[in-house]
């Protein structure tokens, strides 16, 4: 009975992981093939498409914007947010619960509502902001403190706080030296967690991007949507490249915070 059960439950999770997997496979031999038309299998296999997308430049710009833009709005979220949970939960644990409120805003609102209120914002200001970096970072920083706070907050609950910076103080620390020497080590696996997830998410951002930016400052997922007329083959190679992206950044994410744990 209870093997039958295990058979049933393995035979599920198979099930769903190969749906999920023939997709991903299917593109994948797409931006191998040389040519697919109206046969069953591809004409011939060839890096064609990967070598026409690693060495146009306008791709390799697009991506280190990209990177640029989202490593510098989780840096600004890394250092705003993590002294400000840090003080909610030492000297002010009863914010937590306002805080908990406070982080759901940039989910109540859509991204194309939010972006043509900042559009007609910032439209008329004598400080130019639309179409520059500058408020793709702003406004990624929003979107990633949801996931930092959260993440970072369920560490904060999973260590005694208040015991370990008495005992610190007791051993003549001051409260920034404890906070940066005891405290933050142990929220590593919290951090890792939210950076890593909170950039796999804006590296797929579109409509801000789109919306508050687009061509003046174009991102990978403007250059994707900009190549969308050219070849399939094309558009498949690029999409795998983001995709093994990803993938390597969630490995990694993986195996940090399993040497954390370790």
């Known amino acids: 009975m209870q093997s039958s059960k295990q058979f049933v439950h393995k035979s599920v999770v198979y099930s769903i992981s190969t749906l999920l997997f023939l997709p991903i496979l299917a593109t994948f031999i797409y931006s191998l093939s040389s040519s697919w038309g109206a046969t069953i299998l591809p004409d011939g296999f060839s890096f064609k498409w990967y070598n026409a997308l690693l060495t146009d430049p306008r791709f390799i ?3 280190g914007r990209s990177l640029l833009i989202c490593l510098s709005a989780l840096l600004l979220a890394t250092v705003l947010v993590l002294p400000m949970i840090f003080v909610v939960f030492y000297y002010y644990p009863k914010l937590d619960k306002v805080m908990n409120l406070l982080i759901l805003l940039p989910f109540a609102v859509p991204p194309v509502v939010s972006s043509v209120g900042l559009l007609q914002l910032y439209a008329g200001s004598s400080i130019q ?4 970096p500058w408020i793709l970072i702003a406004t990624y920083f929003t979107i990633a403190l949801p996931f930092m706070y959260r993440a970072v907050a369920n560490s904060f609950t999973a260590i005694n706080l208040k015991d370990l910076i008495d005992a610190a103080h007791l051993l003549g620390a001051s409260t920034t030296k404890a906070f940066l020497l005891i405290i933050l080590p142990n929220l590593k696996k919290g951090l890792l967690a939210s950076l890593f997830l909170s950039f796999s998410f804006l590296l797929g951002e579109f409509v801000f991007a789109n919306i508050l930016v687009g061509t003046r400052y174009e991102t990978l997922q403007i250059y994707l949507y900009n190549m969308r007329q050219t070849s399939g083959h094309f558009t498949s190679a690029l999409v795998m490249t983001y995709f093994a992206f990803i993938f390597l950044c ?6 940090l915070t399993r040497g954390t744990n370790q």
């Not at 902001?129 to 520059?132: H, K, N, Y």
């Not at 969630?250 to 195996?255: D, P």
Request: aromatic share 16%; no cysteine; net charge neutral.
């Open 61 to 63: 710009d697009a991506f």
């Open 129 to 132: 902001l639309i179409g520059t």
């Open 250 to 255: 969630t490995w990694l994410a993986s195996r």
